[in-house]
């Protein structure tokens, strides 16, 4: 498996009028989440565009366990659990600092494509990042 | 089953550097429909909200088939399958006009708490609105 | 001088947990009211990009004279009031349907450059729409 | 002057079609900045509106001088001033890491309200963190 942990620190514009952060928002810290990941594996997502390799998400699911609101510090805990075939899965679990409870978690499928959209192999360079970061759980 | 169609139209705003809708987005593009549809019902959910009625999202799932871009006319349409016991289903299927394709499905779980995150049973007045609506498929 | 009126209901996600619209969700509403006016000219933002025309906003100007929240439906006054130069300034005033105390004012400027960013004068079928729709005060 | 630096990662949402951050997400990224600034002096926003003291916007300007895109590394500077009266006004500038050309500049001014909306004077704690770290230019 491969994991990551971001932190992030939830601002205004994430809230809404309950003063929780909005639903739609974890899919933002979940893609922040998981551009930092793919940083610390070295292969940033900018550069994989670069090499006209694309992730679109094909699907996004999350559960909310919790709430949480303006400046709370948010940890993400990122994980490639399966090494990906044709799709690759990135699961996320959303905690407070220094709270044990999952206030959500979810996870996002994608596709590896080319800018004009069809679909290709997940890239050997993009294997390799995995193989050379992957521990046994 | 209730249903009920909402158009709208992607601003630049929505797009992401691909070219495509955002996928977070859409699950903003699905609070839409769901506020129009209870509209339709004649119980705006802003009425709720200032009965102490809220219904938060506990779970949210897209899966994506394919893009929407700037200045497309979305249609959604949304349904509620399933009467409401303790927690409330809605779903959505993402049009573009004139096109049968889905674009992007998906659907929303809510419970149903007071202002003070106290879960309480759906209220009377939301299960007659559903009732008085109510379509057999 | 160019005028145009927009529609649109507040979504939740666009109140934060003041209760209130978020200041930079106008910026949001501008653009969204500003591409109604260009389509209302037959010359649809989308259109102007693919013939390699960019109008990106080199300046933004609000203030907020009252307040906005859920469900409310907003009008937005959209005007040009000088013809463009080199640049253009498009200038926005926010109401709730019903009540003429304007909750919004504003401004964007822009400027006319190509996909690369090079500066470029405004194309003649962008000063042929204005000048065909244009109206003393 | 109070003066703060905060520094931040470009996310994928933040981008438009154009492949540049949206003009609407900087006064997010401002927000983010502020609330930084308030905190380095002690005085995080959360703790005011526990108070009972509110700085909505209520003027926003924004002069766009050069761009910035996905996993960029921004910095913004934010400083305060002039000592505040009945509004307070906080200055913006953005720099990508490591360069020093500025890629957007602008200010916020912000009034004083209780949750009910009536205007108050800045209240004494506001005014004493300001001059516990207000340096002489």
Redesign the interface.
């Known amino acids: 498996m491969i994991s990551n942990r971001f932190d992030l620190?939830v601002?205004?514009?994430d809230?809404?009028?309950?003063?929780?952060v909005?639903?739609?928002?974890y899919?933002?810290y979940f893609?922040?989440a998981r551009?930092h990941m793919l940083?610390a594996i070295n292969l940033?997502?900018?550069e994989l565009e670069k090499m006209g390799v694309?992730l679109?998400?094909?699907?996004?699911?999350?559960?909310?366990k919790g709430?949480a609101?303006?400046?709370d510090n948010l940890i993400i805990h990122t994980s490639i659990n399966q090494f990906p075939k044709a799709k690759i899965r990135i699961d996320y679990k959303v905690f407070k600092d220094g709270n044990e409870a999952v206030i959500a978690k979810g996870y996002?499928v994608h596709s590896f494509i080319k800018k004009t959209?069809q679909p290709i192999r997940p890239p050997k360079i993009f294997l390799d990042a995995l193989k050379n970061h992957w521990v046994e759980e």
């Open positions: 620190r601002i205004y514009a809230t809404d009028m309950m003063g929780r909005y639903y739609g928002k899919l933002e893609e922040a551009s940083r940033p997502y900018s694309f679109p998400v094909i699907e996004a699911h999350c559960e909310y709430a609101t303006f400046e996002t959209g």
